[in-house]
């Protein structure tokens, strides 16, 4: 590996250039509004509206990651669902209204999510729900893919196992060779297995352009920003709770997570981004805040771009009432 100083100053030059100068640097993740819900009338309608919007702007970010659900714009059948277009073009609207971007993230595709609840399986095995995942991202990209200046599209949320990367490398070059014959300049996101694990980066194949940008996922130490979470007994203990001093929670922890997808960013051109990071509504506020000061001072070290988990709810919501006493220093640190 290189020293760190030689990869630092490369990915501060391209940041600036590629994300920071182009609006996604700072930003909060929309999550349990257009995916993982109810999808409810009233879910979709009430749970993000324009207040919502102009609070996130408040908080000085630059953007916002919008996770969508397959279904929110495709019927069984895979024919299209207008209302659901239209749900991402409200959300447009009221972004630039508040002076941000938006990264469209496919947070579930037909055969696949990153959640085994959720009964999707055979993607990486079935091309007929490959070729229903390009013609999605075909329709968003005639759609949305003429303001590259306030939209991003992130291909598809946390592949989970290593062993479909090549498949899944294949169909990143399929799709975004379709998305760019509407979408010659947006930026594309695209991330590896074990749930975007920085390290995975490393199996990815070089970009298929120069705006392709790598996207990973940190929520590390998993026993501290998910204890108690139900759905990850398998790789923490239930019972267990800590306190940020219990762990070995400091800068090089993270220096040592990134810097592998940094070098392989390095190595062809790009940077990369952090997609997804956070701590369980079950810790301490003061304590969330001294973990998010910690990996802050890592992306700005590195002049890496981001998008919290998550602004509302969804058992780590920044905007929920918990977080009060805290709110303030915190949104310093996102």
């Known amino acids: 590996m290189g020293s760190i100083n030689t990869v630092c100053d490369y990915v501060q030059k391209g940041e600036k250039i590629m994300l920071k100068s182009r609006g996604f640097y700072k930003g909060v993740d929309l999550g349990g509004w257009l995916s993982q819900c109810d999808y409810s009338e009233d879910r979709l309608n009430n749970f993000i509206t324009e207040p919502d919007f102009e609070k996130i702007a408040s908080w000085g970010l630059d953007h916002v990651r919008l996770p969508i659900d397959y279904n929110i714009l495709e019927n069984e059948d895979g024919s299209y669902k207008e209302d659901g277009f239209q749900r991402i073009e409200r959300a447009l609207a009221l972004a630039e209204k508040y002076g941000l971007n938006v990264v469209i993230d496919l947070h579930k595709t037909a055969g696949f999510s990153f959640d085994f609840g959720e ?88 970009p298929y352009d120069d705006k392709v940008i790598y996207n990973f996922h940190c929520y590390a130490p998993l026993e501290f920003t998910h204890q108690g979470a139900p759905w990850a007994r398998e790789i923490v203990d239930q019972d267990a709770r800590y306190r940020f001093e219990d762990l070995d929670i400091t800068p090089e922890l993270f220096e040592k997570l990134f810097l592998p997808a940094i070098e392989r960013a390095k190595s062809y051109g790009t940077t990369v981004y952090c ?60």
């Open 119 to 206: 009964q999707e399986s055979g993607f990486f095995e079935n091309e007929k729900y490959q070729e229903r995942f390009y013609r999605l991202w075909e329709e968003l990209a005639k759609r949305f893919g003429n303001r590259p200046d306030q939209a991003a599209f992130e291909l598809l949320n946390e592949v989970t196992d290593p062993k479909v990367i090549d498949v899944w490398n294949r169909i990143i070059r399929e799709c975004i060779s379709r998305i760019r014959v509407y979408a010659p300049e947006t930026l594309i996101l695209v991330g590896s297995y074990w749930n975007n694990s920085p390290e995975a980066i490393k199996d990815l194949e070089k």
């Open 275 to 334: 997609g997804e990071y956070g701590v369980i509504d079950r810790v301490a506020p003061e304590d969330t805040l001294k973990w998010y000061k910690v990996i802050n001072g890592v992306f700005e070290k590195h002049g890496i771009a981001r998008a919290a988990w998550s602004y509302k709810e969804m058992d780590f919501g920044l905007s929920d009432s918990r977080m009060d006493s805290v709110r303030e220093e915190l949104v310093k640190y996102l």
